[in-house]
């Protein structure tokens, strides 16, 4: 099981995706005011940005007018925030890389709490570029083993555009291009096929394996992070035994 997977699959088991339902609209809101003001107005059809932070969401039952709220403060229609993209690129326990993006109104008290996580937590921040590399963004999306065979899967999503499928235990993962991400989603949904998880997220050609206090460490640098109300996506490269994984809840 891949880094972004396994802390998908901690955050459920801790409750953190039920739990946190208001910080998780609040993030979705932030992402769809910017992306209307920054990714060419408030038309999805002509603004990929703003049509996947739609879809992300509609996922996550957000009602239709909380959507159309926040993109009229993106454009300006309704007076908002003024929010800053920052991305912040650091190491955690055992030379983990990982990826902050945050979106603020204020740029000295993110990077001040961002950099105090960090350091509390046996990490700290790099400079721009130190791993941005190591990652690249795609479309990922998890289906129950129990809702659908390999082979239907197979068929269903590379048919819409999917790059790969693998085997992660009790589900499979689908991988593909952000661009087809929307297409592989609808194909599921038109064959009454329910993801447990999707979203366009970064991941590692290469995964760093931990355990132990510092595999505890890390779990908690990313809670720490996560918490904090600028952070948007937290992503990292951190590998973890199925144990840890298991454990993480208790």
Known sequence: MSGHSKWATIKHKKGALDAKRGKIFTRLIKEIT?????????????????RGAIVAAKAENMPAENIKRAIQRGTGELEGVSYEEITYEGYGPGGVALIVEVLTDNKNRAVSEIRHAFSKNGGNLGAEGAVAWMFTTKGVISVAKSDVGEDKLTEIVLDAGAEDLSDQGESWEVLCDPKDFEAVTEALKAAKITPEHAEVTKISSTYTKLEGSQANAMIRLLETLEDLDDTQNVYSNFDMDEATVANAGQ
Not at 35 to 46: E, R, S
């Open 34 to 50: 910017i992306a209307a003001k920054t990714g060419g107005g408030g038309d999805p059809d002509g603004n990929p940005r703003l």
